[in-house]
């Protein structure tokens, strides 16, 4: 359910590009080089909360994961070693309340639960942190937020990831992340074969 935004970018390119400090505040201008780069969600509920836990650049929208390969093994072993984790192993606010997919009875049934253990690790685990690089790194402008962009545009590119409704564009005008992830229709497979079919099609445009 997601799909490449541009035909010129490989996931090489994609990853040259977007692990360069070169944007936002405290910028280094070094090119890193993560295990991991995952994108930060743009609006809702999961910014809210993120705000409300105090994540700063630690708030995932995983629906895409940009890997290298050789540098992977430590993240994702300390996260599927988090899968033993219980509701002590929680982000908790300032009313002693834990972030919502964590408690034991909801864990297994909520979608955003293997989400939220990527962030608490990114947050708990100092060599995870130094090997995931959120993107994009600049604040939003309406909120000043560091966990949400609040917009797509020319000040908060590049990205890896935005969530889109039922189409996707094949190599579009404008600032856009590098891939479209099709969020409202994941149980719809004709539409995303339809899509997909559209955009190799236009492959070589």
């Known amino acids: 359910d997601a799909f490449l935004t541009y035909s010129r970018w490989s996931?090489?390119?994609?990853?040259?590009?977007?692990?360069?400090?070169?944007?936002?505040?405290?910028?280094?201008?070094?090119?890193?080089?993560?295990?991991l780069i995952v994108n930060k969600p743009?609006?809702?509920?999961?910014?809210?909360?993120?705000?409300n836990y105090?994540?700063?650049?630690?708030?995932f929208n995983s629906g895409a994961l940009l890997w290298h390969r050789s540098k992977a093994a430590p993240i994702l072993r300390a996260w599927w070693d988090?899968?033993?984790?219980?509701?002590?192993?929680?982000?908790?606010n300032d009313r002693g309340e834990g972030l919502y997919g964590w408690n034991t009875a909801d864990r297994a049934g909520n979608d955003m639960g293997e989400q939220n253990r990527l962030m608490y690790v990114y947050a708990t685990n100092p060599r995870v942190r130094s090997l995931i690089w959120p993107v994009p790194r600049q604040k939003?402008?309406?909120?000043?937020?560091?966990?949400?962009?609040?917009?797509?545009?020319?000040?908060?590119?590049?990205?890896l990831q935005q969530d889109t409704a039922i189409t996707a564009e094949w190599n579009p005008k404008g600032p856009h992340c590098l891939i479209r992830h099709m969020t409202d229709v994941k149980d719809t497979m004709d539409?995303?074969?339809?899509?997909?079919?559209?955009?190799?099609?236009?492959?070589?445009?």
């Open 11 to 35: 996931p090489t390119s994609m990853y040259e590009m977007l692990a360069f400090d070169g944007y936002g505040g405290n910028a280094t201008m070094e090119q890193l080089q993560p295990g």
């Open 191 to 205: 539409v995303i074969t339809q899509t997909a079919e559209l955009l190799l099609r236009h492959s070589d445009s």
């Open 42 to 51: 743009t609006t809702g509920w999961l910014c809210a909360q993120c705000e």
């Open 140 to 159: 939003s402008e309406q909120f000043q937020s560091e966990s949400c962009p609040d917009i797509v545009d020319e000040n908060h590119v590049p990205c």
């Open 54 to 59: 105090t994540l700063g650049h630690g708030c």
């Open 82 to 92: 988090s899968r033993l984790d219980d509701e002590n192993d929680n982000f908790v």
